[in-house]
Nanobody
Framework: QVQLAESGGGLVQPGGSLRLSCAAS????????MGWYRQAPGKGRELVAS???????NYADSVKGRFTISRDNARNTVYLQMNSLKPEDTAVYYC??????????WGKGTLVTVSS
């Protein structure tokens, strides 16, 4: 059983920063890839950023240059540093982890609200 626990969401003003964390626990947490998705009100879930076990990142165009994803394999944790936040970044952010056999796991989500 794998569990993903997100933390770090909250309310921030436009232009501000937040850091999200996602810690994995359970059996076989040496995931091939870990990442973050988000879902804004009334919209579908979209990929924000992902990183493979070797540390190679992938970003959505909308966050390139503002967000940075990183991963600590020893701690089974993935981070998302979000800078220059915009109101359109407001969403529930979900952690995702993909195993080597293709199994996919999701966290419960953490709300990020960007508003003045």
């Amino acid at each position: 059983q794998v569990q993903l626990a997100e933390s770090g969401g909250g309310l921030v003003q436009p232009g501000g920063s937040l850091r999200l964390s996602c810690a994995a626990s359970g059996n076989d947490v040496s995931f091939y890839a870990m990442g973050w998705y988000r879902q804004a009100p009334g919209k579908g879930r979209e990929l924000v950023a992902s990183v493979n076990r070797g540390g190679r990142p992938n970003y959505a165009d909308s966050v390139k240059g503002r967000f940075t994803i990183s991963r600590d394999n020893a701690r089974n944790t993935v981070y998302l540093q979000m800078n220059s936040l915009k109101p359109e970044d407001t969403a529930v952010y979900y952690c995702n982890a993909v195993n080597w056999d293709g199994g996919s796991y999701w966290g419960k989500g953490t709300l990020v609200t960007v508003s003045s």
